[in-house]
């Protein structure tokens, strides 16, 4: 346990050595990682799924057991987060194909909103404008809805949302770009949302 101690996080996330422990197969470390990294992978899921909590929760687990097997690939050649996110986003699209697949309705059915997690009177309204927004991104083609989510969910930047989905930086742009004017379309009676032009 001693040397586990120095394995620490800072507030970008995970150290370098546990990443390089995770490789060598220390299960301590990846719990570490599971516990710095869930929230953030459900999050992103959750909101790729339209609010399916149980859906976000399966592709968490699946997003993990992928790393699990895979993270000796990771060279280090880029931020942890930004290879962490391209495995969230496969896994999403993945199972939305798959979903698609063997479930034809899928595709048409109405996207549930996210729960509300605060029921404060304060934040009734809040909450009823983040689930209008929420519904509106979960109903953009795949492609678009997950640029927004890195770009206003996660807050990365247009480079980092190009490596972690394999493209240029104007591809990025172009699908963001694409993706706020649906959602104007669909959120033009809101004033004040974060899907502005920047």
């Known amino acids: 346990m001693e040397q586990f101690a120095v394995l620490t996080t800072d507030e970008r996330g995970i150290g370098a050595g546990v990443i390089e422990s995770c490789q060598r197969g220390d299960r301590e470390a990846f719990r570490a990682l ?3 990294y869930k929230d953030r992978v459900f999050s992103v ?5 339209g609010g399916d909590d ?16 895979r993270i000796a690939q990771f060279r280090h050649e880029s931020e942890f987060t930004t290879w962490l996110y391209r495995l969230t986003t496969n896994v999403c699209i993945d199972e ?3 979903r698609r697949r063997f479930d034809p309705l899928a595709a048409i059915a109405p ?8 029921a404060a009177e304060e934040r009734v309204m809040r909450g009823e404008v983040a689930c209008e927004i929420a519904s509106a991104v979960a109903g953009l083609k795949p492609k678009l809805r997950i640029a927004i989510l890195l770009k206003y969910f996660e807050e990365l930047s247009y480079a980092e949302i190009a490596a972690a989905l394999g493209c240029s930086p104007g591809t990025v742009a172009s699908r963001i770009n694409r993706g706020h004017k649906i959602l104007a379309r669909r959120l033009g009676h809101l004033r004040g949302t974060v899907f502005h032009e920047s």
Do not use: G, I, M
């Open 45 to 49: 899921a959750l909101y790729f799924f």
């Open 54 to 69: 149980a859906l976000a929760s399966d592709v968490t687990q699946q997003v993990f057991l992928k790393l699990f097997t």
């Open 96 to 98: 939305q194909r798959r």
């Open 34 to 36: 599971f516990e710095t």
């Open 111 to 118: 996207h549930k909103t996210p729960r509300a997690r605060d």
